[in-house]
């Protein structure tokens, strides 16, 4: 088993270091020079878009979730032990300068966010709890690549629902188990993977409006509750943050390394355990984008964008500030969740343990159903059997258990191979998509400059093919005129098609 994981690790750190990085950083700096600084420029937006009213039906229901829900599903993913247990991972194997290039690759991936969120949106589908859609329907519909789709959601099973759920579940597992004490260690692992898996299937057996209902409500309590947490530690140590600011920033460039990092080792691990938190660029919150009505595919764009924030540069702070105030001295330091937990234990006592451990189990579990929800998207991709949907919601709910008993290393490096494989299919599908992307943009920044509440039909991309929806999307205040709609944009159709766009 130890070669099998030695094998593994190898193979995915040289598939990061000679692949997947040069792709991210040469993708993220021509995302953000043709989208104008997309990520930083229309941040105001981005926080408007979140609470945009559903559009509604020809009977007055909504369509389908609400763009609210739709970043709560796709936060209750990003937003689990990777912003704990990865932060922790981050800064005992690269030291604190990790920090600095998981905030560097969360800017740039904002950029790559909001061009596969807003394909998303433009080639979803409608399905009967409303739409559904994502880098394969994207690649099947945008790039008419259906063998494309089908190795990205193979990929994308294998790696949400199947090796990251089971990173949550074995995090639960051993933060129970530190709270307990090594005497009831023995019986925890199956008693915590058998309470997730029941729990797990009664939510995923009713369907993404129950995931999304569930995901409203525990997201931003549990986000609330962690947030409390570390500003309580923050303020406690308040005297610190000058230091712990200048470590992050100087050792971000191997000048004071801890613990015999390397230049390319700090940065290659802030890459790796940034895009496992914050998902930018990887291929799964378009999933979870695509399934909201709302009336432009920019606006999800947007929406999924400040999720990455939300996840990099306050939950993944946090935590980073956690451990740097009450571990001042890394060297040997435990990996992982020990690190955060023992931080929080050494400022506010051993009863915080216990406080922690019902948070991380709201990440984690939250992250469980998020993935799955990514998982089922591209299930009915593939196939629209409901024997395979069934199927798959077993092994989800299996997997749960498997992974609160089995050991963690392998997982973790088993899961950053295939994030990798899957991010480099999603760039590439989405480099070759994002013309369309930047046309839309530039079609809701006139629409916004014009005073309007942006609206989209597809006859104003006459030239793309493969839109199956937004026809006749309803508006807010009701179904959209759409010869109405034309003349109202007539105007932005030279700037749309020109040739210099």
């Not at 995090?171 to 004490?181: D, L, M, Q």
């Not at 920033?249 to 080792?265: D, K, P, R, S």
């Not at 299996?398 to 008993?405: A, D, E, N, P």
Request: glycine content about 10%; hydrophobic content about 50%; aromatic content about 10%.
């Amino acid at each position: 088993m130890d070669a099998l994981n030695d094998f593994i690790a190898s193979a995915g750190d040289s598939l990061w270091t000679f692949v997947v990085l040069p792709v991210l950083v040469v993708l993220g700096l021509y995302f953000t020079a043709r989208s104008g600084i997309v990520q930083f420029r229309l941040i105001p937006e981005m926080f408007r878009t979140l609470t945009d009213k559903t559009p509604t039906d020809e009977n007055g229901k909504p369509q389908s979730v609400s763009a609210f829900q739709a970043f709560t599903i796709s936060a209750a993913s990003r937003v689990g032990v990777g912003n704990i247990a990865g932060v922790g991972t981050a800064i005992a194997i690269g030291g604190p300068g990790a920090i600095f290039w998981m905030w560097a690759m969360a800017f740039l991936g904002g950029a790559a966010s909001f061009v596969e969120s807003t394909l998303g949106q433009l080639y979803k589908v409608k399905d009967t709890d409303g739409f559904r859609g994502g880098p394969a329907y994207y690649m099947q519909h945008g790039l008419k690549a259906r063998w494309m789709g089908i190795v990205f959601a193979v990929i994308l099973i294998l790696c949400f629902p199947l090796a990251f759920s089971s990173l949550q579940a074995n995090t639960i597992t051993a933060t129970v188990s530190a709270t307990i004490g090594t005497d009831a260690a023995a019986w925890v692992p199956w008693l915590v993977g058998g309470v997730l898996a029941v729990l797990t299937a009664l939510v995923v057996f009713g369907g993404v409006r129950r995931i999304a209902s569930v995901t409203q409500a525990v997201v931003p309590a549990m986000a609330l509750l962690y947030l409390l947490l570390g500003l309580v530690i923050v303020a406690m140590n308040i005297d610190q943050l000058p230091g712990v600011f200048a470590s992050i920033f100087t050792q971000a460039f191997g000048y004071n390394e801890v613990i015999g990092a390397t230049l390319g080792t700090i940065i290659m691990t802030g890459v790796k355990r940034g895009m496992f938190s914050n998902e930018a660029g990887l291929g799964s919150a378009p999933n979870a984008g695509a399934s909201a009505a709302v009336t432009h595919p920019v606006k999800q764009g947007l929406v999924q964008t400040l999720g990455v924030y939300f996840d990099t540069f306050l939950i993944c702070t946090i935590t980073a500030f956690i451990i740097l105030v009450g571990t001042p001295d890394l060297v040997g330091a435990t990996r992982g969740i020990g690190l955060t937990q023992n931080a929080v234990v050494g400022a506010l006592g051993s009863w915080s343990s216990v406080l922690l451990s019902v948070i991380i189990f709201l990440l984690a579990f939250s992250s469980i159903l998020g993935n799955y929800y990514y998982g089922e998207s591209n299930i009915e991709f593939i196939t629209r059997s409901k024997k395979a949907l069934t199927s798959y919601r077993v092994l989800a709910v299996v997997v749960i258990f498997l992974g609160s008993i089995a050991g963690a290393d392998l997982i973790w490096n088993t899961a950053d191979g295939i994030m990798g494989l899957m991010a480099l299919v999603n760039l590439t599908a989405i480099a070759l998509l994002s013309g369309i992307a930047f046309k839309l943009l530039k079609d809701y920044t006139q629409q916004r400059r014009a005073g309007k509440n942006p609206v989209f039909t597809r006859d104003l991309l006459p030239g793309v093919t493969g839109i199956e929806c937004w026809a006749d999307e309803a508006s807010v205040t009701g179904p959209i005129d759409i010869g109405t709609r034309l003349r109202e944009n007539e105007k932005h159709q030279d700037h749309l098609h020109s040739p210099a766009n």
